[in-house]
């Protein structure tokens, strides 16, 4: 389908984009209802998702178009309540499409279980054990298929021991390496770390403590690319400043959050603007994400760092990549249990977890250029303020054709307040 349908996206109603992406996606007329209603998360399944459920809390659902990854077009439902967010990857992606767009992909979906084992008489020979034993154990719990997930292509790939230090001793963890499909894994690991552990037990004369699903998936990973033209960095800032000065800006800007974490975690934060946004929106975990991701930031080069880099091609234009564990689902949990998640995978044509991953990888990658090249040109309250001041105007009850009017006065007199939105729109009602 012609990607033009997406022109302008920004500027029709939402009735207007949600018929858009109604043909787009081909959604019956029972989904987009769905979509429209303004309680979509029915109470019942609420009170079944979590305790003492009083209600329901919506977030906006937005939609980032201009994506182009793999060549094959992509929109990508965002949930987030942040202005600017969405209309950030959006232009971004747009920048990317004169070189050919983003280029995406990700491991396959291998998740991490860990099995505590104290009071071991000797460490050592206790690893030697598990490691010599390491094939006979896979084959128990691929027999045994305590979750269930051998028959569908899935289960324990590895079995890694090693030793740490702690305030209370020596002790041994052991990592079972686990391909848990396209689901997320906590249930799958639990399940299969609970079996394992009496035979570790016996294995090492220790004791089993804790069995859990870890997530930094560091064996799960998302990746991916895009060039930035010189040309098309030069006409983003309205020539302002030329091509090559604005790639020599963000490259400063980037090279400041790879020293400096003060920076750093405000510049990986801003990634994780568009990384939450479609976790939340197609019903996964975004807490399990966060933790995944900042530890892995912290650890990857022993060190705080950048999940992106940034560096200039052999003809001067910028190139921006991105590495980061992707921790998502497209089955079990809210992933199926949300009615809208599902709904939001279909309008993204996507039912793998590691396409999922890849596209996720990808609109972190759009949020971080498009924050980077604000910052390091014009500023980024430009943006920023014209969207709050819509809020704001909204918030002291304008209507809609009033909006524009108060918007215009508090950008004219610099004033983007709460009280002076009240204050505007009292003078264009007195006029």
Same mark, same amino acid.
């Given at each position: 389908m012609d990607n033009k349908i997406f022109e302008k996206f920004y500027n029709k109603s939402p009735e207007e984009r949600l018929n858009i992406v109604k043909q787009y996606a081909n959604l019956n007329d029972e989904e987009t209802n769905l979509i429209k209603k303004q309680g979509p998360l029915d109470i019942k399944i609420a009170d079944r998702l979590i305790e003492n459920v009083i209600g329901t809390y919506p977030?906006?659902? +937005?939609? %980032?178009?201009?994506?182009l990854i793999n060549k094959t077009e992509y929109i990508i439902p965002m949930a987030i309540e942040e202005p600017s967010v969405v209309a950030a990857a959006s232009y971004a992606a747009k920048l990317t499409r004169s070189s050919g +767009?983003?280029? %995406?992909? %990700?491991d396959d979906p291998i998740m991490i279980g860990l099995i505590q084992l104290v009071n071991i008489p000797n460490i050592d020979i206790a690893m030697k054990e598990i490691e010599q034993q390491k094939d006979e154990l896979i084959k128990f719990i691929k027999d045994l298929d305590p979750s269930g997930i051998e028959k569908y292509g899935g289960g324990v790939t590895d079995i890694q021991p090693r030793k740490i230090e702690t305030k209370r001793g020596q002790m041994l963890i052991v990592n079972i390496l686990i !391909?848990? !499909?396209? %689901?997320?894994g906590g249930n799958i690991i639990d399940t299969t770390t609970e079996a394992l552990a009496p035979k570790l037990e016996e294995i090492t004369k220790g004791d089993a403590r804790l069995r859990i699903v870890s997530n930094l998936g560091i064996y799960k990973k998302g990746y991916a690319k895009a060039t930035w033209t010189k040309e098309e960095l @030069?006409?983003?800032v309205n020539g302002a400043y030329s091509g090559e000065e604005v790639v020599e800006r963000i490259l400063d800007a980037y090279e400041f959050a790879e020293a400096d974490p003060f920076r750093c975690v405000t510049h990986n934060k801003g990634i994780m603007n568009g990384v939450d946004a479609v976790a939340v929106a197609t019903g996964n975990d975004w807490r399990a994400v966060e933790a995944g991701v900042h530890g892995y930031a912290s650890t990857k080069n022993e060190k705080y760092s950048s999940l992106t880099k940034y560096f200039k091609d052999s003809d001067g234009n910028l190139v +921006? @990549?991105?590495e980061l564990p992707i921790v998502v689902a497209t089955f079990g949990s809210a992933t199926t249990t949300h009615p809208l998640a599902p709904i939001s995978r279909k309008i993204m044509k996507v039912d793998k977890a590691k396409d999922l991953s890849s596209i996720i990888a990808t609109v972190g990658l759009a949020q971080n250029f498009a924050a980077l090249r604000a910052l390091a040109t014009e500023g980024i309250q430009k943006g920023h303020m014209k969207l709050h001041a819509r809020s704001y105007a909204f918030m002291v009850g304008a209507k809609e054709y009033e909006v524009d009017k108060v918007v215009q006065k508090m950008l004219s007199e610099k004033k983007v307040k709460l009280d002076y939105a009240k204050q505007f729109?009292? @003078?264009i009602r007195n006029e």
């Open positions: 977030l906006p659902l +937005g939609i %980032a178009t201009n994506f +767009g983003f280029t %995406a992909w %990700a !391909n848990v !499909n396209d %689901a997320m @030069e006409k983003s +921006g @990549e991105i729109l009292d @003078e």
